[in-house]
C-alpha cells in the first residue's frame, strides 16, 4: 500500500496535512465502534493500516508488499492448517516476542523442576565444605567418596564459601550457611578452625569419641586435639562437659586429591545428620 493509496482508503485528498489525516481518523474510529467493515469492504485494520502510510509513521516498501501479497497467495501449511492469518501471527511475535521468550522461560524451568522431583535420587551421605575454604569441584569429592565407600551410592557435597569478595555473593552465601546449618541435615561439616569454633560452641556437632569410640584405635591421639576441645553453652545459662567436636583433616589425601586445601581444616559430625553409620566411616577415611 503506498501513500495515494492510504489517502483514498481513508477518503482523503492526496495534498492532505497531518491534521487532516489525524482529524478523519478519530472520526474513522468512532464509526468502526459501531461496525467491523465500511460499504467499500474496508476494516479497522486496513484504515489503521493506511493511517500509519498516510501520516508517515510506516514507509511504503513495494518489495515488502509483494512478499506480503506472496504470502497470502501461499501461506505456510502450519498456519493455513491452524486457520491463522500469518501476517497477525507475525505482527503478534514482533510486539509480543519478549512475553513469548519469558513464559517460555517459566515453562522449561517448571517443566524442569518436575522432572528434577520425580527423577532425583535421595543421597545417603550428605557433606558441607564450608568457612573460608573454596573447594573447586564438588563432584570429584563426590566421586571419591562413592568410589571408595561400598555403602555409599549418592553422595552429595556442597560448598558454602564464607570468603567471597563480591557482596551480593558474600550475602547469598550467608543466606546459605544459614539454612543448611538450622534446616539442613548434613552428616559431615568440613570448615575451617574459625567456624569449627563458631559452631561448636552452638551444640551443633556430636562429640567426636560418642561416635568414633576410642580415638586410639584409629591411629588418633587425644593430645594432639586439646586446642580443639569445646565447651558448649547452653540456652539457660548452664555448660557442658568440654569434649572434642572435630578432628584435624588437613592432611587427608582424599581432600587433597579433591582440590580442598587451607592452612587448617576441621571434620565433625553434625547432630542433624541421618546417616550416622556411613558419616563415620567417611571421617575414617579422611584421617587413615
Known amino acids: 500500500m503506498d501513500r495515494k493509496t492510504a489517502l483514498e482508503i481513508l477518503g482523503l485528498e492526496e495534498g492532505?496535512?497531518?491534521e487532516e489525516i489525524n482529524r478523519r481518523m478519530n472520526v474513522l474510529l468512532k464509526k468502526y465502534r459501531q461496525t467491523e467493515k465500511d460499504e467499500k469492504g474496508y476494516t479497522l485494520e486496513d484504515i489503521d493500516k493506511a493511517y500509519k502510510?498516510?501520516?508517515g509513521i510506516s514507509v511504503y516498501d513495494p518489495e515488502e508488499e509483494k512478499k506480503k501479497q506472496l504470502r497470502k497467495q501461499h501461506p505456510n501449511p502450519l498456519f493455513r492448517l491452524l486457520k491463522i492469518d500469518e501476517e497477525k501471527a507475525g505482527n503478534f511475535f514482533y510486539y509480543y516476542k519478549w512475553?513469548?521468550?519469558i513464559a517460555l522461560i517459566v515453562i522449561v524451568a517448571v517443566i524442569y523442576t518436575i522432572v528434577s522431583l520425580t527423577t532425583r535420587v535421595e543421597p545417603d551421605l550428605k557433606v558441607i565444605v564450608t568457612g573460608?575454604?573454596?573447594l573447586p569441584d564438588t563432584e570429584l569429592l563426590e566421586e571419591r567418596i562413592e568410589n571408595e565407600m561400598d555403602g555409599v551410592s549418592e553422595a552429595l557435597v556442597q560448598n558454602?564459601?564464607?570468603?567471597?569478595k563480591d557482596p551480593q555473593l558474600q550475602a547469598a552465601m550467608q543466606v546459605k550457611f544459614v539454612t543448611e546449618v538450622t534446616a539442613g541435615?548434613?552428616?559431615i561439616f568440613i570448615m575451617?578452625?574459625?567456624c569449627y569454633r563458631s559452631l561448636a560452641v552452638q551444640g551443633a556437632f556430636?562429640?567426636?569419641e560418642e561416635l568414633l569410640g576410642s580415638l586410639e584405635r584409629l591411629g588418633v591421639h587425644k593430645e594432639d586435639y586439646e586446642d580443639l576441645i569445646v565447651e558448649v553453652k547452653l540456652n539457660d545459662g548452664s555448660s557442658l562437659i568440654p569434649a572434642l567436636y572435630g578432628l584435624d583433616v588437613t592432611d587427608s589425601e582424599i581432600l587433597k586429591e579433591a582440590g580442598l586445601s587451607g592452612d587448617r581444616i576441621i571434620a565433625s559430625f553434625a547432630r542433624s545428620g541421618k546417616e550416622t553409620e556411613k558419616a563415620v566411616e567417611f571421617v575414617k577415611l579422611m584421617v587413615k
Open 16 to 18: 492532505a496535512t497531518p
Open 53 to 55: 502510510i498516510a501520516s
Open 99 to 101: 512475553h513469548v521468550a
Open 132 to 134: 573460608n575454604l573454596l
Open 160 to 164: 558454602v564459601y564464607m570468603g567471597a
Open 185 to 187: 541435615d548434613n552428616d
Open 192 to 194: 575451617d578452625e574459625e
Open 206 to 208: 556430636i562429640p567426636v
